[in-house]
């Protein structure tokens, strides 16, 4: 039982590069969910989905797309990297709402 | 949404020694959760505690409910604990305000 696993743990893009967060679950969660975490901004939410094919923004979706074609995977992608994306990313899949599984995080500098 | 506030900020304890965390809400709570985010970044789910009390281990946590608080206790404190404690409540009322909403965190350190 691996819980959430999340590649790469580390990347370095350059400005206006795409790239692709991989988030896999092998608790049969519905919810899956993406966040950013920065420092004094706390964790804040990307996008989420209830289930393989819905999705809908979070907080801060802006620059980020994501798709769920099964249940246990929910990518997320930069469309074209910015300084300002610089930041660690977390995925986490959820039953019901209750006990979230966290992966153990990307972190990603955007130059 | 719900205003989640935690204290103390920060908190320096020695080795073997008991703790408690507080977190209050602003708002009845559904799916309250406490988190450790150890020095390595890593978050783990300590107790899913919409309600009552449990305890695992050297830690235990109370939610009360009916007045808007949580606390999660440490006991006989390890380096190892040393981190963030984070607690959130998973809200939802439609629409997008689907999400955990976290506290700022205690910022713990436990020295040898």
């Known amino acids: 039982n691996a819980g959430v696993t999340q590649t790469p743990k580390f990347q370095v893009l350059k400005t206006g590069q795409s790239m692709t967060l991989q988030c896999a679950q092998d608790?049969?969660?519905?919810?899956m969910s993406w966040y950013r975490q920065d420092p004094g901004m706390g964790l804040r939410l990307i996008h989420y989905?209830?289930?393989?094919?819905?999705?809908d923004q979070g907080e801060v979706p802006n620059g980020y797309n994501v798709s769920r074609s099964t249940t246990e995977d929910f990518p997320l992608r930069l469309l074209s990297a910015a300084p300002s994306q610089t930041s660690v990313y977390f995925c986490?899949?959820?039953f019901g709402g209750g006990g979230y599984t966290f992966g153990s995080g990307t972190r990603l500098t955007v130059v | 949404g719900i205003q989640v506030e935690q204290s103390p900020p920060d908190l320096i304890l020695q080795e073997g020694a008991n703790s408690t965390l507080r977190c209050n809400f602003s708002?009845?709570?559904?799916?309250l959760q406490w988190f450790h985010q150890n020095p390595w970044g890593q978050l783990i789910n300590l107790f899913y505690?919409?309600?009552g009390t449990k305890q695992n281990g050297r830690l235990s946590a109370t939610t009360v409910a009916t007045e808007r608080y949580s606390l999660l206790y440490i006991s006989s404190s390890q380096t190892t604990d040393s981190g963030v404690y984070f607690c959130?409540?998973?809200?939802?009322?439609?629409?997008?305000?689907?999400?955990?909403?976290f506290g700022k965190g205690t910022l713990l350190t436990v020295n040898p």
């Open positions: 708002d009845s709570v559904n799916n």
């Open positions: 986490a899949s959820s």
């Open positions: 989905s209830v289930g393989a094919g819905i999705t």
């Open positions: 959130a409540d998973h809200e939802w009322s439609g629409g997008s305000n689907y999400k955990l909403t």
């Open positions: 608790m049969n969660h519905e919810y």
């Open positions: 505690i919409p309600s």
